[in-house]
């Protein structure tokens, strides 16, 4: 028996991963593919606000900003570097320039994940009886949190729709020097050794699930390089890695954290009145000790920890999350549809 079984290993669920061992806590770790083999390692792993006009959106990232820098320092300086970011908008209006850092993103997982029981395995089966959760017939759980990103849901909710963004980050080798993070129409690391770091592109018409022809990796690659030559001059050119995955985006926006309503239960109380603008969420029929961590689109290694530190709170101290972060704001907005 485990306390938590977390079902995908991006940044998300290494995070609350390390939340939950930080607590004492016995966890399980399920992935198809293994830790970071998604979206997460193909990200270019930047730790920056949201350089934009104010809203929901830019006031969560800032607060999470601020905390995620000072939790990869704190607890992972091997992992983190500090650079200065210089963020050109794309019609070379606006320059900003601000402390920022970078982490290495598949290292960051797996260092987040020490501690963990993982299986490298899709989860085919999840049901709930006699207070826990049986996975696959196999392994049973108190609490489940599903971090699976834009791909195939276990539990199929119809008001759950994720947009998925694919990403596609270059290492590359070049004589060409480069001191600060610079982001624009791509994001470029620091050198380190002589290597450069470019990504990430986002083709919202690409899904690895969907789509009929496999993804162009030579065409990628070739975007990536003339995005990034608009920004510095680049020599000796090598392509050393590609990384690609697809990152979890949601309709509003804003990430997913919290517990999933049951859409059929809850849509058959006659005490509810779907119509309100103001909708109540403590009336509606949850899953038991069932939550989702989601969402965060290009700005994951930001978001998460943040979030995941959230989440725990939310389990093990029943600790309120912010409204605007529920999944049940998406039932609601479905259900008045209906």
Not at 17 to 39: C, N, P, R, T
Not at 41 to 51: E, H, N, Q, Y
Not at 122 to 139: A, H, M, N
Request: glycine residues 8%.
């Amino acid at each position: 028996m485990y306390d938590l079984a977390i079902i995908g290993a991006g940044i998300n669920g290494s995070s609350l991963a390390y939340e939950f061992i930080k607590k004492g806590q016995k966890v399980i770790l399920f992935d198809m593919e293994g830790i970071a083999s998604g979206g997460s390692g193909a990200a270019g792993a930047f730790i920056s606000p949201k350089f934009s006009k104010s809203g929901e959106l830019k006031e969560l990232i800032d607060k999470a900003f601020i905390y995620s820098m000072q939790f990869y320092e704190q607890n992972f300086p091997s992992l983190f570097t500090k650079a200065t970011l210089i963020h050109t908008s794309q019609d070379n209006e606006e320059k900003y320039t601000l402390e920022s850092g970078m982490v290495n993103a598949e290292a960051m997982c797996n260092a987040l994940c020490e501690g963990v029981t993982l299986k490298k395995q899709k989860v085919e089966s999840l049901y709930f009886d006699d207070g826990f959760w049986t996975i696959d017939e196999s392994y049973s759980a108190k609490n489940i949190v599903l971090a699976i990103g834009a791909y195939e849901q276990i539990i199929k909710e119809p008001y759950i729709q994720l947009r998925g963004i694919w990403g596609h980050r270059i290492d590359i080798k070049t004589s060409s020097e480069n001191k600060n993070i610079l982001h624009q129409f791509v994001s470029i690391s620091p050198s380190r050794d002589g290597m450069l770091s470019i990504g990430a592109t986002h083709n919202v018409h690409y899904h690895p699930e969907t789509s009929k022809e496999a993804y162009d990796l030579e065409k990628g690659r070739e975007e990536l390089l003339e995005k990034a030559s608009q920004m510095i001059d680049l020599e000796d050119v090598e392509v050393v890695k590609d990384y690609t995955g697809l990152r979890p985006g949601s309709n509003d926006y804003m990430p997913l954290v919290g517990s999933l309503v049951i859409s059929k239960e809850t849509l058959a109380s006659k005490s509810i009145q779907f119509q309100r603008k103001n909708p109540d969420y403590a009336m509606y029929t949850y899953y038991p000790n069932l939550y989702m961590i989601n969402g965060n689109a290009g700005y994951g290694f930001v978001l998460a920890p943040y979030l995941a530190k959230m989440l725990q709170e939310h389990i093990l101290n029943a600790k309120s999350i912010d409204e605007r972060l529920a999944p049940a704001r998406f039932f609601a907005r479905w259900a008045r549809r209906l």
